[in-house]
């Protein structure tokens, strides 16, 4: 089995310097990058235009920006250890306001939110792992402690039940946000592990790094039940499809691979550029819409692919 995505559009030098973070609402693409400002382009219309720049809201770069599946809130991390609070009713976005928690540089790093926008979960520089209510005075509502390696990467599950991280001693981790407790700590890969995502149904978590393979853990057991192999470099980033079907992936050295789950095979194999691909995202499923995905990094471009068939 193959797949064909056809490129439909680059965005061009889309940030000064490399892009370290897109994040995906059904109608937008949003950007973070070593500069100061987030970038908003609109999916709907065939050229992807700029419709928003948020400018200097984060004056020494943004290293990761995320949204809520619905598409409404989205949270930002920026070098200097801000971490903003964004909002939107339409297509424009504001400022919710800011997580403050003795802020310094790398006591916040990466990011994920629940899938309503409310919780937000981030790694540290020596691996707690914190939960806010973004709702709530945006307080901390939990804490949790791992063996005091940076934190690289974090996801929460879509029904809010998990949190897991990977670190650069190569640990990776799944809590359970309802008890406190760590649920797993999980057999790692070559260290570091830069990506971990929970499958959309919270079955399966896919985590990668240096090792060059995408394993995947029953959350239940925490059990190994597959390897994906093909990469050729280390693995930046990962992230699943609506269905959870697919996984895509990107790399160090410009590959974005898609992965068929049931048949643990790469089915599709891309390269827009020979520089890292620090971020890779699926568009949601919007109707007359086919499959689409975006690729970002280190050539200071937005690539947008869709599936050869379909609309």
Known sequence: MSKQYLTTHTVDDAHITDIYS??????????ASGSSCLKVHNTKEAD???????????????????????GKRAASAGFGGELRIWTTEGEQ???????????????????????????????????????????DNRQKIREFETKGSFGMCIDLSVDGRYTASGHENGGIYIFNNETGRMLHSLPSLVKPIRAVAFSPG?????????????ALYDVSSGEQVANLTGHGSWIMALDWSDTGEFLLSGAFDGKAKVWSIDQRVCVATHTETDKTLWSVKWLPKTAGRSECFATAGANRSISLYREATGG
């Open 22 to 31: 897109i994040a995906v609402t059904p109608t937008q693409v949003i950007s």
């Open 48 to 70: 992807y235009p700029l419709t928003q720049s948020l400018d200097g809201v984060h004056k020494l770069g943004c290293h990761h920006v995320v949204t809520s599946r619905d």
């Open 93 to 135: 976005w504001t400022e919710a306001g800011e997580i403050v928690d003795g802020n310094k540089a790398g006591e916040v790093w990466a990011i994920a939110l629940s899938e309503d926008g409310r919780y937000l979960a981030s790694t540290t520089y020596n691996g707690r792992i914190n939960v806010w209510d973004t709702l």
């Open 202 to 214: 919270g079955k399966l978590l896919a985590a990668t790094g240096d090792s060059r393979i995408i």
